[in-house]
C-alpha cells in the first residue's frame, strides 16, 4: 500500500517539476552578403536538447524556389542533414491555410496575448553592418535601420517581459559594398503556460487544425 502512495507522490512531483519548469529557446540568425544561416536551439531541464541549423537559404531563379539543407540533433545524437525546396506557391498555400485555421479560433489574440506577458526575453543582441558605393546611401539606410530596430524592441518591450537591456549595433562601412547582420535571441516560458496556451488554442478552435507540409527537395 504504501509504495503505492510513494509512486504517486513521486509522479505528481515529477509533473509539477516539469510544468513548473522553464523551457529556453535559443535563436541565431547570421547574414553575410547572399550567404544566410538559421539555428534553432531548445533546452528543457538539463537533459532535453533539440538544435535545428538552416546553413544555406538560397533562391533558385530557375524553379523560382527557395532552397535549403536542414540539421536536426536530439541531444547528442545527429539526424542529419535534409535538402528541401520550398516554392512560392507551397507558401502561400501554408500561410493560408494558417491564416484560415487562425480565423477559426475564438479570441486567440487575447489568448495569445496572456502568453506573450509571462515570455522572459532572457538576452537580445543584434549587430548590422551595412556599407555602399555612396556615403550618402549608406548614411541613409543605417538611418533606416535604426528606426527599424527601435521599432521592433519597443513592440518586444510591449508585449513581452524584457529580463536585460537590449543590445543593438549598427555600422556604416563607406565607400564599400557590405552587408553582415547577426541576430542573438534568447526567450523562456514556463512549459506549463505553454500547455495552457495551447490547450486554449485547441478549446477554442471550430474544425480541425492545419498541418504545416514540407516539401522534400
Known amino acids: 500500500m504504501w509504495w503505492i502512495i510513494g509512486i504517486i507522490l513521486f509522479l505528481i512531483i515529477n ?16 547574414h553575410r552578403d547572399d550567404r544566410d544561416f538559421l539555428q534553432v536551439e531548445l533546452r528543457f531541464l538539463r537533459w532535453v536538447k533539440i538544435k535545428k541549423e538552416v546553413p544555406l537559404i538560397a533562391i533558385d531563379k530557375e524553379e523560382m524556389s527557395i532552397k535549403t539543407k536542414e540539421k536536426t540533433e536530439v541531444g547528442s545524437k545527429d539526424k542529419g542533414e535534409q535538402s528541401k525546396s520550398y516554392t512560392p506557391k507551397d507558401i502561400y498555400n501554408q500561410i493560408k491555410s494558417i491564416q484560415d485555421f487562425l480565423k477559426r479560433v475564438v479570441g486567440l489574440h487575447k ?107
Open 111 to 217: 489568448i495569445i496575448r496572456r502568453f506573450l506577458q509571462k515570455v522572459h526575453v532572457e538576452s537580445f543582441k543584434w549587430d548590422t553592418q551595412v556599407g555602399t558605393p555612396s556615403a550618402s546611401t549608406t548614411g541613409t539606410i543605417c538611418g533606416a535601420i535604426w528606426s527599424v530596430k527601435g521599432c521592433i524592441v519597443g513592440i518586444l518591450s510591449q508585449y513581452l517581459q524584457l529580463k536585460q537591456k537590449p543590445e543593438m549595433y549598427v555600422t556604416p562601412f563607406f565607400q564599400q559594398k557590405h552587408s553582415v547582420t547577426r541576430l542573438e535571441c534568447m526567450i523562456s516560458f514556463r512549459f506549463g503556460q505553454a500547455i495552457f496556451a495551447v490547450f486554449q488554442i485547441v478549446r477554442y478552435t471550430k474544425g480541425k487544425i492545419p498541418k504545416w507540409r514540407k516539401k522534400t527537395a
Open 15 to 30: 509533473i509539477c517539476i516539469i510544468i513548473l519548469s522553464r523551457l529556453y529557446i535559443t535563436l541565431l540568425y547570421l
